[in-house]
């Protein structure tokens, strides 16, 4: 079974950049979260998804960034323009809403550099 | 409101020691879900267990094993007999029923050989 596939893994970019991050879930899995890794606040849910439809994006920090889920197999996150404190690991998950509370399954992270 | 403390920032053990790390929830719902998870030094997070409010026996998975005691809200977390391999940060998470994830701060346990 393939995991959640993330890419890239790494990013380096500028201030004022625009930076994708994509996500592809697991085959079967119908909700999808992004989250934020810091050392300052720890794991942060930005967004999720359920049947491609964003639910609540209450931890986007702010309008820089978007997500998207455009069908089942593919999600984006974007940040526009990027500043030095989005520095991050960005990690997308996703679960199977068939089994009741299901775990998260997570894919590799992004680490994003902002300089 | 819902949190999960996890009051152990680090810990540290020399080899074959064992050690406990603690997690703490706070929910109002009566229904429930309790997770662990394991972030090494690579970084992904690998799911360890996941319990329901309802069943409250304790689980053990070779050297790992799990207490979860609803009268003090705590679903805590051992390692019998530590390995090198076992370093990693270690998180606890609640989830009511519904889709949200409360994930604690995490505890950063270092083996030492």
């Known amino acids: 079974d393939a995991g959640v596939i993330q890419s890239p893994r790494h990013e380096v970019t500028e201030m004022g950049q625009e930076v994708t991050l994509r996500c592809k879930p697991i085959s079967g899995h119908n909700s999808l979260f992004w989250y934020r890794q810091t050392m300052m606040r720890g794991l942060e849910l930005l967004i999720y998804f359920n049947n491609n439809v964003p639910i609540d994006d209450s931890g986007m920090p702010e309008d820089r960034f978007s997500a998207k889920m455009p069908n089942a197999s593919f999600s984006t996150l974007k940040i526009q323009p990027s500043e030095p404190r989005d520095s991050a690991v960005y990690f997308c998950?996703?679960?199977?809403?068939?089994?009741?509370?299901?775990?998260?399954?997570f894919g590799n992270g992004t680490r994003l550099t902002v300089t | 409101a819902q949190k999960v403390t996890q009051a152990q920032t680090e810990i540290s053990v020399v080899e074959k020691e064992d050690v406990t790390l603690d997690c703490v929830y706070e929910t109002r719902d009566t229904t429930y879900y309790l997770f662990w998870y394991k972030q090494p030094p690579s970084g992904e997070l690998v799911f360890l267990i996941r319990r329901n409010s309802f069943d409250e026996q304790n689980e053990i998975s070779g050297r790992y094993s799990w207490n979860f005691q609803k009268s003090t809200s705590s679903f805590n977390f051992t390692i019998t007999a530590s390995q090198v391999v076992d370093s990693a940060v270690y998180f606890c998470?609640?989830?009511?029923?519904?889709?949200?994830?409360?994930f604690g701060t995490g505890t950063s346990l270092t083996v030492i050989p």
């Open positions: 998470a609640l989830s009511p029923t519904g889709n949200q994830f409360y």
């Open positions: 998950a996703s679960r199977s809403r068939t089994g009741v509370n299901s775990p998260l399954h």
